[in-house]
């Protein structure tokens, strides 16, 4: 118990900061109800896949730039080959998407690796390549999405046996999200592979002497990056219908998430639970503030300084944990 | 013993760039022996570590295991080949606990606790994580996981160097049985009662080769060491020093340090340094020294203990601090001290620029008289004016040690600044500090080469553990006593503390004791 | 560590190369901004001539400066993406403002967001130690946000162009028979400003030396926080007054004037020879690094290359100038 407490501390407070917000939100409207949430689920959902991104690699002690434009690049492609055509090509399209993520986020590692460039020079070069080719792929905002892509997160799930009314806060966003997740992070968490990401991030020069092999470790960091960003990437395009070219508020959202969600910007430490509750509590607030009534621009002003406030007591942790 | 070599290494050599790290080092361990590899500062040994354990790769040489020539690319390959090392950092992952740690290298958690147990930890929990084990347990947990999987060769780097009496007992314990069941170990100490104690031979590194491989009996002890310093034992001539000099009256002290402690690196450590003198530092690697000049240079803010400065007490926070106070650092490394791309002058007037007020325009003739004046004072070979990297490596500390002279500063702390750099330029840099103290200045100078004291020091400064061992007059400070000093046996103590007393003599006790300490 | 010193031998050709070009980078850079005119001329026969280079040198100018934003930066090892948000908020203030308010006040009003947004990078960069990028990044955000916010207040009283920057962004008068831009009025003294900071003033000495080897400046006495932030308080005035010309250029307040400049700024202080990594580079190469790439900009418009060849090509020269850089370094 504890150790349960001591590792899972931050998380646990999360998630009572998460009760609270809800709560609150619930007295500020107290017809916030399960279509709300569907809808809070719903608009998390690309914000989340973005958080595990950059969470994979900055548990191996990097930093993924590129994570927006590349979710920016894949939600093009998904939409721009979806778009007019049959609802059974989006079958082949959804992996064909995922496989282009993990392969780039892969590339990602390479250059890192054989360059000796460091992560952040590397990822913010193939920020703009990524958003180049994106915009090659698609001018404008446009395209469409297979319709079956579309109901997969909208609606709540039905679970026979259960009252609609528990059923109503199940929204299909939710499971959709959890699912991809675990399917990815269970089995990686209690792998052999799991445990070097956390090495290298932890202590690279410990994880070379217990024979890690570093440099393969790292470029698979980048190349699940990849793959969790080509997921937020077709979450984008599973929402809205169409893709956009231009990047939207991700990456720094996800590096606030990530710090938020107690995993350390040096590496090694922390889960994936942290960050995706962590997208929940900045997401939420930002429901509440748009129920007060607060200009949509100061609520962005609001969040901006909350990101910014997060990574630098972030970083200043990280600072004072060198000491 | 005619059986055939476990560990059979020789001619191995490593360059880096110019310098040469190993040149031709051999290392022979028979099967079921505990054998000691030794050498002063800089001999070679952890180069010749890092190349048995594949952390790098030689540029030459042959290493044969039972007898076959194997090719150690990576920590991996040599764990395949049957060679383990435990090193002096503990290499668990910090933020993973200790099963985590136990998978990722794929070690059989039965064995490793039948170890833990032997070695003297009863209650671990391995769902700790690495981080929150004190240092003390997480060494012998790093032994402990290398037992685990029964390696043939297994390298201890100063195994026993931060531990506690009773766990380094069962350390040494476990160690000797290694050998008995026919396992062979390599064993790296600086501590003489513990290689007594254990090891049937002893490799004698010097300047990256192998000078000697003894048999350790009764009184091979003045064996090593003569091997260890080569030639040079024949006592040296004492600096050229004005009479004048010496019977001026002692100086007010210009630094008075006492009871300086720094974490546990560094306990209850008291000198002072007056003006006019050379000080001397010998140390072995590690035992506290860089903590020491450290705190003395507004780096590292001390634990415990007073610095005072001209009689007043100080506290530095930053070196800018021991700079307003006169004090400047010149690091051992010079890639610590330099703006490598920079220009010399840019490099020697960098202080110039610190304080807030001088970020205005440079007086550029000023600056370029106080530079060339500094520059023409050391002679530094400025034809590579581009930038401080092309320079040699002598010209470069030149550069470091001008600075502080264009910034007429009081004190100067020099750590090791002859290291790496031509026997010319190493004269020069004698010269200097002896005409600084002659100007009055004070200087405080680590040295890993002990026949510098006598060129140089006023008095010598012996550290061992973190502690003071004895303050040297430099008449007394000839290179067998400072080398047993270092080695933590103090002045006349030679007969009582040798090679072959007891082990648990006072030296090991009291550094067991400070061990101790690191432990909470 | 025991040393055996060897005596340098003749340096190969190819490092003798590597160390030409590290010496003097600016040589093969003004080489290749000729061979790209000369490539335009090819292409277009007749394009280079007096109107088109004054029109070069009119909108390589607001890239030029905020390239010197990036080039101060990046010679610290940092970055500040901030510039494009600040001189957007500078030119939008500036254009409101005027409607109604004295052009002084209005140009203090102009640089205030300039000021804040400054010292938020550098204490959040010098104090906290907050990568740069991200830093600054975060800081676009809330700038953003801000002037959102401010747009919807200014609504109503309109904005217009002062005379005064649209005869600087857009004017030129004729001298010594050429049609000298007027922008060149301000950013020849700016240049030569930058120039001199970095080369003659202790605060550039600083910026080169905290980029190089931190520690050494630190074991120098020097304060890493306050050299940071007075660096991003200056870069984000640049930035500012960037934003007043620039939009004496455009002539059109926009929420994104300045944002399409801030990729390529960093691009230009790349090519210009600037290291990423700080501690080497300079102004000038940077000012060619601009005009290499507003030729270039031309040059795939003529030949019809879409913006997103252009963001990758971009990309990718950021990458490969920096990985070729990291091999000059290394072979020392």
Same mark, same amino acid.
């Given at each position: 118990?504890?150790?349960?407490?001591?590792?899972?501390?931050?998380?646990?407070?999360?998630? #009572?900061?998460?009760?609270?917000?809800?709560?609150?939100?619930? =007295? =500020?409207?107290?017809?916030?109800?399960?279509?709300?949430?569907?809808? *809070?689920?719903?608009?998390?959902?690309?914000? &989340?896949?973005?958080?595990?991104?950059?969470?994979?690699? @900055?548990?191996?002690?990097?930093?993924?730039?590129?994570?927006?434009?590349?979710?920016?690049?894949?939600?093009?492609?998904?939409?721009?080959?979806?778009?007019?055509?049959?609802?059974?090509?989006?079958?082949?399209?959804? +992996?064909?998407?995922?496989?282009?993520?993990?392969? *780039?986020?892969?590339?990602?590692?390479?250059?890192?690796?054989?360059?000796?460039? +460091?992560?952040?020079?590397?990822?913010? &070069?193939?920020?703009?390549? *990524?958003?180049? &080719?994106?915009?090659? @792929?698609?001018?404008? +905002?446009?395209?469409?999405?297979?319709?079956?892509?579309?109901?997969?997160?909208?609606?709540?799930?039905?679970? +026979?046996?259960?009252? #609609? #009314? =528990?059923?109503?806060?199940?929204?299909? &966003?939710?499971?959709?999200? =959890?699912?991809?997740?675990?399917?990815i992070w269970i089995p990686l968490r209690r792998s052999r592979l799991g445990l070097s990401i956390y090495a290298i991030g932890s202590s690279e020069l410990a994880a070379f002497r217990s024979g890690v092999p570093v440099a393969r470790t790292r470029v698979i960091a980048y190349a699940l990056s990849g793959l969790f960003a080509a997921m937020g990437g077709l979450a984008l395009t599973m929402s809205t219908g169409i893709g956009a070219p231009i990047p939207g508020p991700y990456l720094l959202a996800s590096v606030a998430a990530v710090v938020l969600g107690g995993v350390a910007l040096g590496g090694g430490k922390g889960g994936l639970l942290g960050p995706i509750v962590a997208v929940f509590v900045l997401r939420l607030v930002r429901t509440d503030l748009t129920l007060l009534a607060i200009d949509p621009n100061v609520t962005a002003i609001i969040e901006g300084a909350i990101m910014v406030a997060v990574v630098m007591f972030g970083a200043f942790i990280t600072m004072r944990g060198r000491q | 013993m005619t059986t055939s070599p476990l560990l059979d290494a020789s001619g191995v050599a490593k360059n880096y760039g110019a310098v040469a790290a190993l040149r031709d080092a051999s290392l022979s361990v028979l099967p079921g022996e505990v054998h000691a590899l030794m050498g002063a500062n800089g001999a070679g040994k952890s180069t010749l570590v890092k190349i048995l354990t594949g952390a790098i790769s030689a540029n030459a040489g042959r290493i044969l295991i039972r007898g076959e020539a194997r090719d150690i690319r990576s920590p991996a390959a040599a764990r395949r080949a049957g060679l383990l090392p435990v090193y002096q950092e503990p290499s668990l992952i910090p933020d993973l606990d200790v099963l985590s740690n136990l998978r990722l290298t794929g070690t059989p958690v039965e064995p490793f606790r039948a170890w833990v147990r032997e070695l003297g930890i009863p209650d671990l929990d391995l769902r700790d994580t690495a981080r929150d084990i004190p240092l003390a347990v997480l060494r012998v947990l790093d032994l402990a996981r290398a037992l685990a999987v029964e390696p043939d060769v297994l390298l201890l780097d100063e195994m026993t160097a931060a531990l506690p009496a009773n766990l380094a007992e069962k350390v040494l314990e476990v160690v000797r049985r290694q050998g008995d069941a026919g396992r062979s170990v390599i064993f790296i100490s600086h501590r003489f009662v513990e290689i007594a104690a254990l090891c049937d031979r002893a490799t004698v590194l010097r300047d990256g080769a192998t000078v000697g491989v003894v048999d350790i009996e009764p009184g091979v002890e003045e064996k090593i060491v003569e091997l260890m310093l080569g030639t040079r034992i024949v006592k040296t001539h004492v600096a050229a020093r004005s009479v004048a000099d010496k019977a001026r009256p002692p100086a007010r002290p210009r630094i008075t340090v006492k009871n300086l402690r720094v974490g546990t690196k560094l306990s209850d450590v008291s000198f002072d340094l007056a003006d006019g003198e050379v000080a001397g530092v010998v140390a072995l690697e590690g035992q506290g020294q860089d903590e020491l000049f450290a705190a003395l240079a507004g780096s590292i803010k001390p634990s415990g203990g007073t610095i005072e400065v001209d009689g007043s007490p100080v506290k530095f926070t930053h070196p800018i601090d021991a700079i307003r106070s006169g004090i400047a650092y010149v690091p051992g490394d010079r890639s610590e001290a330099l703006a490598m791309q920079r220009s010399v002058r840019e490099n020697i007037a960098l202080p110039f620029s610190a304080a807030l007020r001088n970020w205005g325009p440079i007086h550029m003739r000023k600056e370029r008289a106080t530079v060339a004046s500094a520059i023409e004072r050391l002679q530094i070979d400025t034809r590579a004016q581009g930038e401080v990297q092309r320079l040699s490596g002598g010209n470069q500390q030149k550069v470091t040690i001008a600075r502080w002279i264009a910034a007429d500063a009081r004190t100067i702390l020099c750590f090791d600044p002859t290291r790496g750099i031509d026997v010319g330029t190493k004269q020069e840099i004698y010269h200097l500090m002896r005409e600084l103290a002659g100007n009055g200045k004070s200087v405080l100078f680590y040295t890993s080469e002990l026949e510098e004291v006598q060129r140089v020091c006023d008095r010598v400064i012996v550290i061992f553990g973190g502690r003071l061992v004895d303050i040297f007059p430099v008449e007394e400070a000839d290179e067998p006593a400072l080398m047993r000093a270092a080695y933590g046996l103090p002045r006349g103590a030679k007969a009582d503390v040798g090679i072959l007393a007891d082990p648990h003599s006072s030296t090991q006790a009291s550094n067991a004791s400070d061990a101790a300490e690191a432990t909470p | 560590m025991s040393s055996t010193a060897i005596t340098p031998s003749p340096l190969p050709l190819g490092r003798r190369a590597k160390r030409f070009m590290a010496d003097r980078p600016l040589i093969p850079l003004i080489i290749l901004l000729v061979i790209l005119v000369v490539i335009l001329q090819i292409l277009r026969p007749g394009i280079v001539n007096e109107r088109w280079i004054a029109n070069t040198i009119k909108f390589a100018i607001p890239l030029a400066i905020l390239a010197g934003c990036q080039t101060m930066t990046m010679l610290t090892g940092g970055i500040d993406l901030s510039v494009g948000t600040v001189a957007t908020m500078s030119a939008f203030i500036m254009a409101t403002q005027i409607v109604n308010q004295d052009p002084a006040v209005a140009f203090l009003l102009a640089m205030m967001p300039a000021v804040l947004i400054g010292l938020v990078n550098g204490i959040g960069v010098g104090v906290f130690r907050v990568h740069p990028l991200i830093m600054t990044l975060g800081t676009t955000l809330i700038g953003t946000g801000c002037l959102q916010v401010y747009q919807r207040t200014v609504i109503a009283s309109g904005a217009k162009i002062p005379d005064f920057l649209a005869w600087l962004g857009t004017g030129v008068t004729p001298m010594l028979g050429f049609a000298l831009p007027n922008a060149l009025l301000l950013f020849v003294p700016l240049a030569a400003l930058i120039v001199f900071t970095l080369a003659r003033t202790g605060f550039g000495r600083l910026l080169y030396a905290v980029g190089d080897n931190e520690r050494a400046t630190r074991l120098s006495g020097v304060q890493y926080w306050q050299v940071i932030t007075a660096l991003y308080v200056t870069s984000s005035l640049l930035a500012g007054i960037t934003g007043l010309l620039y939009i004496g250029l455009i002539k059109a307040p926009s929420l994104s004037l300045a944002e399409p400049l801030v990729l390529p700024s960093v691009a230009a202080a790349v090519i210009g020879g600037t290291s990423i990594f700080g501690g080497r580079g300079g102004y000038t190469g940077t000012i060619i690094g601009a005009l290499i790439l507003t030729v270039l900009t031309t040059l795939l418009t003529i030949l019809q290359m879409p913006e997103g060849a252009r963001r990758i090509l971009f990309g990718l020269i950021v990458l490969f100038v920096t990985a070729a850089y990291l091999r000059i370094v290394e072979d020392k």
């Amino acid at each position: 118990m504890n150790h349960f407490l001591r590792r899972q501390g931050w998380v646990t407070g999360l998630f #009572a900061l998460l009760i609270v917000l809800f709560i609150a939100t619930k =007295i =500020i409207q107290p017809g916030y109800g399960s279509g709300d949430f569907g809808s *809070l689920a719903r608009a998390v959902l690309p914000y &989340a896949f973005a958080v595990a991104a950059q969470t994979v690699v @900055v548990i191996a002690g990097g930093i993924d730039l590129s994570v927006a434009a590349m979710m920016a690049l894949t939600s093009v492609t998904a939409a721009s080959m979806m778009a007019g055509a049959s609802e059974e090509y989006a079958l082949f399209v959804v +992996p064909f998407v995922l496989a282009m993520g993990f392969v *780039l986020g892969a590339f990602n590692g390479l250059l890192i690796v054989v360059t000796r460039v +460091p992560d952040i020079v590397v990822t913010l &070069a193939m920020l703009f390549v *990524l958003q180049g &080719a994106a915009l090659l @792929v698609l001018g404008a +905002p446009g395209g469409g999405a297979a319709e079956w892509l579309k109901a997969l997160i909208s609606g709540t799930v039905p679970i +026979p046996g259960l009252p #609609a #009314a =528990i059923d109503a806060w199940l929204p299909k &966003a939710l499971l959709v999200l =959890i699912v991809c997740l675990c399917v990815i992070w269970i089995p990686l968490r209690r792998s052999r592979l799991g445990l070097s990401i956390y090495a290298i991030g932890s202590s690279e020069l410990a994880a070379f002497r217990s024979g890690v092999p570093v440099a393969r470790t790292r470029v698979i960091a980048y190349a699940l990056s990849g793959l969790f960003a080509a997921m937020g990437g077709l979450a984008l395009t599973m929402s809205t219908g169409i893709g956009a070219p231009i990047p939207g508020p991700y990456l720094l959202a996800s590096v606030a998430a990530v710090v938020l969600g107690g995993v350390a910007l040096g590496g090694g430490k922390g889960g994936l639970l942290g960050p995706i509750v962590a997208v929940f509590v900045l997401r939420l607030v930002r429901t509440d503030l748009t129920l007060l009534a607060i200009d949509p621009n100061v609520t962005a002003i609001i969040e901006g300084a909350i990101m910014v406030a997060v990574v630098m007591f972030g970083a200043f942790i990280t600072m004072r944990g060198r000491q | 013993m005619t059986t055939s070599p476990l560990l059979d290494a020789s001619g191995v050599a490593k360059n880096y760039g110019a310098v040469a790290a190993l040149r031709d080092a051999s290392l022979s361990v028979l099967p079921g022996e505990v054998h000691a590899l030794m050498g002063a500062n800089g001999a070679g040994k952890s180069t010749l570590v890092k190349i048995l354990t594949g952390a790098i790769s030689a540029n030459a040489g042959r290493i044969l295991i039972r007898g076959e020539a194997r090719d150690i690319r990576s920590p991996a390959a040599a764990r395949r080949a049957g060679l383990l090392p435990v090193y002096q950092e503990p290499s668990l992952i910090p933020d993973l606990d200790v099963l985590s740690n136990l998978r990722l290298t794929g070690t059989p958690v039965e064995p490793f606790r039948a170890w833990v147990r032997e070695l003297g930890i009863p209650d671990l929990d391995l769902r700790d994580t690495a981080r929150d084990i004190p240092l003390a347990v997480l060494r012998v947990l790093d032994l402990a996981r290398a037992l685990a999987v029964e390696p043939d060769v297994l390298l201890l780097d100063e195994m026993t160097a931060a531990l506690p009496a009773n766990l380094a007992e069962k350390v040494l314990e476990v160690v000797r049985r290694q050998g008995d069941a026919g396992r062979s170990v390599i064993f790296i100490s600086h501590r003489f009662v513990e290689i007594a104690a254990l090891c049937d031979r002893a490799t004698v590194l010097r300047d990256g080769a192998t000078v000697g491989v003894v048999d350790i009996e009764p009184g091979v002890e003045e064996k090593i060491v003569e091997l260890m310093l080569g030639t040079r034992i024949v006592k040296t001539h004492v600096a050229a020093r004005s009479v004048a000099d010496k019977a001026r009256p002692p100086a007010r002290p210009r630094i008075t340090v006492k009871n300086l402690r720094v974490g546990t690196k560094l306990s209850d450590v008291s000198f002072d340094l007056a003006d006019g003198e050379v000080a001397g530092v010998v140390a072995l690697e590690g035992q506290g020294q860089d903590e020491l000049f450290a705190a003395l240079a507004g780096s590292i803010k001390p634990s415990g203990g007073t610095i005072e400065v001209d009689g007043s007490p100080v506290k530095f926070t930053h070196p800018i601090d021991a700079i307003r106070s006169g004090i400047a650092y010149v690091p051992g490394d010079r890639s610590e001290a330099l703006a490598m791309q920079r220009s010399v002058r840019e490099n020697i007037a960098l202080p110039f620029s610190a304080a807030l007020r001088n970020w205005g325009p440079i007086h550029m003739r000023k600056e370029r008289a106080t530079v060339a004046s500094a520059i023409e004072r050391l002679q530094i070979d400025t034809r590579a004016q581009g930038e401080v990297q092309r320079l040699s490596g002598g010209n470069q500390q030149k550069v470091t040690i001008a600075r502080w002279i264009a910034a007429d500063a009081r004190t100067i702390l020099c750590f090791d600044p002859t290291r790496g750099i031509d026997v010319g330029t190493k004269q020069e840099i004698y010269h200097l500090m002896r005409e600084l103290a002659g100007n009055g200045k004070s200087v405080l100078f680590y040295t890993s080469e002990l026949e510098e004291v006598q060129r140089v020091c006023d008095r010598v400064i012996v550290i061992f553990g973190g502690r003071l061992v004895d303050i040297f007059p430099v008449e007394e400070a000839d290179e067998p006593a400072l080398m047993r000093a270092a080695y933590g046996l103090p002045r006349g103590a030679k007969a009582d503390v040798g090679i072959l007393a007891d082990p648990h003599s006072s030296t090991q006790a009291s550094n067991a004791s400070d061990a101790a300490e690191a432990t909470p | 560590m025991s040393s055996t010193a060897i005596t340098p031998s003749p340096l190969p050709l190819g490092r003798r190369a590597k160390r030409f070009m590290a010496d003097r980078p600016l040589i093969p850079l003004i080489i290749l901004l000729v061979i790209l005119v000369v490539i335009l001329q090819i292409l277009r026969p007749g394009i280079v001539n007096e109107r088109w280079i004054a029109n070069t040198i009119k909108f390589a100018i607001p890239l030029a400066i905020l390239a010197g934003c990036q080039t101060m930066t990046m010679l610290t090892g940092g970055i500040d993406l901030s510039v494009g948000t600040v001189a957007t908020m500078s030119a939008f203030i500036m254009a409101t403002q005027i409607v109604n308010q004295d052009p002084a006040v209005a140009f203090l009003l102009a640089m205030m967001p300039a000021v804040l947004i400054g010292l938020v990078n550098g204490i959040g960069v010098g104090v906290f130690r907050v990568h740069p990028l991200i830093m600054t990044l975060g800081t676009t955000l809330i700038g953003t946000g801000c002037l959102q916010v401010y747009q919807r207040t200014v609504i109503a009283s309109g904005a217009k162009i002062p005379d005064f920057l649209a005869w600087l962004g857009t004017g030129v008068t004729p001298m010594l028979g050429f049609a000298l831009p007027n922008a060149l009025l301000l950013f020849v003294p700016l240049a030569a400003l930058i120039v001199f900071t970095l080369a003659r003033t202790g605060f550039g000495r600083l910026l080169y030396a905290v980029g190089d080897n931190e520690r050494a400046t630190r074991l120098s006495g020097v304060q890493y926080w306050q050299v940071i932030t007075a660096l991003y308080v200056t870069s984000s005035l640049l930035a500012g007054i960037t934003g007043l010309l620039y939009i004496g250029l455009i002539k059109a307040p926009s929420l994104s004037l300045a944002e399409p400049l801030v990729l390529p700024s960093v691009a230009a202080a790349v090519i210009g020879g600037t290291s990423i990594f700080g501690g080497r580079g300079g102004y000038t190469g940077t000012i060619i690094g601009a005009l290499i790439l507003t030729v270039l900009t031309t040059l795939l418009t003529i030949l019809q290359m879409p913006e997103g060849a252009r963001r990758i090509l971009f990309g990718l020269i950021v990458l490969f100038v920096t990985a070729a850089y990291l091999r000059i370094v290394e072979d020392k």
